[in-house]
């Protein structure tokens, strides 16, 4: 059987949980979108939180509810999915790039110090969407700090990153950041199928949020519904329908021991890797929920066979992935050459990590892995 780098676990009371709401409960703007809001909101100690139908949407509101607008800055780290950006270039934003580092494949903070110091005030950006890449928190105090200097918002994209830590908080209580979004998609941490969370501590942003996510309807409790509604703001659908919020809520009650699992995986991995060939994500401020396993390839030769490598793994059954291709090469967005970013462009790689591993899936992984490195070093 083929081993893919990430899979779904669906577990019987999750089944359950979706059956009870499609048989029994309403299906959109029931009572269980609430709870799996207020459940996620104390998993990580968030003072807020609004989910909706997928992590994109989240970022589209994360974006308006900070007063992006046509000709505004956003920068971000190339190493992500361009969905983190997506939505920024739909309102007409511009966006830069900042290089990631060697040792979480995070935005490199010194980088974005200097890149900072060296921009025209008019050039400065008014959001930084900082990525938690494959499940390692950036170094948001630094970060932060910044903020206050130059005078930008931050955007936590930790759609990988559900689960972990930084410092003592939780990824998503925002101690270091505007908002915080989260997705839910099949091969998430959690899952509801697609969907996605917010997070965030101001009160003021939690309320557009909710407003956007309903098309802008400000609802009059007193009054009968139909006659009081009032739309007061160009809104959207972006809501999160009962049975998917069923499921993620029943995912999210296994969380710990989920992310215990990656975490073991993560460590037999790391036990069983050679430091001489292959380097691996570290952070001595963030514990990982290890969304993604990736490894980089540190010898010239490796370098040079990784295809071979994927597909020596691959006629084994076993399917590893890249994650990403610098954004900025997608969209035409722009020409750029930033170093670290394009050596991990040449030599990074994607191991398995999902719950439906077991020890012999690890071993046979490895084994297999070891073999192609010492056929293609
Ligand atoms: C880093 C990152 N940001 C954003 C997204 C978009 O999430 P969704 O698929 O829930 O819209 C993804 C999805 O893979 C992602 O990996």
Not at 78 to 95: D, E, R
Not at 139 to 161: G, V
Not at 314 to 339: C, E, Q
């Given at each position: 059987m083929l081993i893919s780098y990430s899979k779904q676990k669906i577990y019987n009371e999750d089944i359950k949980a979706v059956l009870d709401v499609i048989k029994k409960k309403k299906l959109t703007q029931g009572e269980i979108t609430p709870v799996f809001e207020n459940n996620l909101k104390k998993k990580v100690r968030?003072?807020?939180?609004?989910?909706?139908?997928?992590?994109?949407?989240?970022?589209?509101?994360?974006?308006?509810?900070?007063?992006?607008?046509?000709?505004?800055?956003?920068?971000?780290?190339?190493?992500?999915?361009?969905?983190?950006?997506?939505?920024?270039?739909?309102?007409?934003?511009?966006?830069?790039?900042?290089?990631?580092?060697?040792?979480?494949?995070?935005?490199?903070?010194?980088?974005?110090?200097?890149?900072?110091?060296?921009?025209?005030?008019?050039?400065?950006?008014?959001?930084?969407?900082?990525?938690?890449?494959?499940g390692f928190s950036s170094?948001?105090?630094?970060?932060?700090?910044?903020?206050?200097?130059?005078?930008?918002?931050?955007?936590?994209?930790?759609?990988?990153?559900l689960g972990a830590e930084y410092l003592n908080s939780k990824v998503g209580s925002c101690n270091y950041s505007d908002i915080n979004v989260f997705s839910f998609h099949a091969i998430k941490n959690i899952t509801s199928g697609e969907g996605g969370a917010l997070t965030c501590k101001s009160k003021k942003i939690f309320n557009m949020i909710n407003l956007l996510r309903n098309h802008g309807i400000k609802k009059?409790?007193?009054k009968n519904y139909f006659f009081s509604y009032k739309s007061i703001i160009p809104g959207f659908n972006f809501r999160m329908t009962e049975f998917q919020a069923a499921l993620g809520n029943s995912?999210?009650?296994?969380?710990?021991?989920?992310?215990?699992?990656?975490?073991?995986?993560?460590?037999?991995?790391?036990?069983?890797?050679?430091?001489?060939?292959?380097?691996?994500?570290?952070?001595?401020?963030?514990?990982?929920?290890?969304?993604?396993?990736?490894?980089?390839?540190?010898?010239?030769?490796?370098?040079?066979?990784?295809?071979?490598?994927?597909?020596?793994?691959?006629?084994?059954?076993?399917?590893?992935?890249?994650?990403?291709?610098?954004?900025?090469?997608?969209?035409?967005?722009?020409?750029?050459?930033?170093?670290v970013t394009e050596q991990y462009h040449k030599d990074a790689l994607t191991l398995p990590m999902h719950l439906n591993l077991n020890y012999f899936d690890c071993k046979k992984i490895i084994t297999n892995l070891n073999e192609a490195i010492k056929k293609y070093c």
């Open positions: 968030a003072k807020y939180c609004a989910v909706v139908n997928s992590c994109t949407s989240a970022l589209f509101l994360a974006y308006i509810s900070l007063g992006l607008k046509k000709d505004d800055i956003v920068w971000t780290s190339p190493i992500t999915f361009i969905a983190s950006i997506n939505p920024a270039i739909h309102l007409g934003a511009k966006v830069d790039f900042v290089d990631i580092n060697e040792f979480d494949f995070n935005l490199d903070v010194n980088k974005l110090e200097k890149k900072l110091k060296n921009t025209k005030k008019k050039f400065l950006p008014k959001i930084i969407t900082v990525v938690n890449f494959a170094d948001l105090k630094r970060i932060k700090n910044l903020s206050k200097k130059y005078n930008f918002k931050i955007i936590e994209d930790s759609c990988h990153s009059n409790s007193q995912q999210l009650r296994k969380l710990d021991n989920f992310i215990k699992k990656r975490r073991k995986i993560a460590e037999y991995y790391k036990k069983n890797l050679n430091p001489d060939f292959v380097s691996i994500q570290d952070s001595k401020k963030s514990k990982s929920s290890y969304h993604l396993f990736v490894i980089r390839l540190r010898t010239t030769k490796l370098i040079k066979n990784r295809k071979k490598i994927f597909e020596y793994m691959k006629k084994r059954n076993i399917l590893l992935g890249y994650h990403y291709i610098p954004v900025y090469k997608h969209l035409n967005l722009k020409k750029l050459y930033l170093d």
